[in-house]
């Protein structure tokens, strides 16, 4: 697998920021691809990519099907609002351990993606509500990273990963190999990217 994008979050007082990079061979930063700034309610409806920092050339779009929808169906669209991708949660699944679909055009999974390490993906969840020492489980799970696989369906090789670089700050590497990576428009893992930043609150 080689590095295929960066992206790296910017929290401010009002909006969430999100730069998406190109990745070099030793896995550090390439050019800027896109760049998000939504206020931070905002962000689960629908998400504006731009070419550039100064927001002057619209890329594509990421678009929530329904407000509030906990199965989270979401479309990643060009500019001129055509549609070219689009990805959804799985609910049941993701009660234990997050876990998405990227779609492919028949509406049927290309991928799925799922956190790393499904012990640690209980514990974020309910460890929180364990009698007296929830709230210990709570700040050690707060700095522990987030690592995602990419694997097609009914596939356990592993043929794509997301991993946050950084301990405080969320930042992220995507890898992924030739073949997967030529398969998928990379608007729509760089929309992927985003969302299990941004989608999953953190």
């Given at each position: 697998?080689?590095p295929r994008?960066i ?6 007082a009002?909006?969430?920021q999100y730069?998406?990079?190109?990745a070099?061979?030793?896995g ?15 962000f ?5 990519f731009y070419s550039?920092?100064?927001?002057q050339n619209?890329?594509f ?7 509030m929808?906990?199965?989270?169906k ?8 055509r549609?070219?991708?689009?990805f959804?949660k ?5 009660l234990?351990?997050?876990?998405w679909n ?5 509406g049927?999974p ?5 956190e790393?390490?499904?012990a640690l ?8 509500y364990?009698p ?7 700040l ?7 690592h995602f696989?990419?694997?097609e369906?009914?596939n356990?090789?592993?043929s794509g ?5 950084t301990?405080?700050?969320?930042h992220?590497?995507?890898d ?14 760089a929309?992927m990217a ?9």
């Open positions: 697998m080689k994008l992206v790296e979050q910017k929290i401010t009002f909006t969430n730069r998406v990079y190109g070099n061979e030793d550090s930063k390439a050019s800027l691809v896109a760049f998000a700034q939504q206020k931070r309610l905002a689960k409806e629908k998400v504006s550039d920092e100064a927001k619209l890329a779009t990421l678009r929530a099907e329904k407000v929808d906990v199965h989270g979401y479309f990643v669209e060009d500019a001129y609002n549609q070219i991708g689009a959804k799985q609910f049941k699944r993701s234990i351990n997050s876990t990227i779609l492919d055009a028949d049927g290309s991928l799925v993606i799922s790393s390490n499904s993906a209980v514990i974020r969840r309910y460890g929180g364990l007296f020492i929830g709230f210990v489980f709570e050690v799970t707060a700095f522990l990273r987030y696989v990419f694997k369906p009914g356990s090789e592993i990963t997301y991993t946050k670089t301990l405080f700050r969320d992220y590497r995507l992924m190999d030739e073949d997967t990576y030529a398969a998928h428009d990379w608007r729509v893992l929309a985003v969302a299990l930043d941004a989608l999953q609150s953190r």
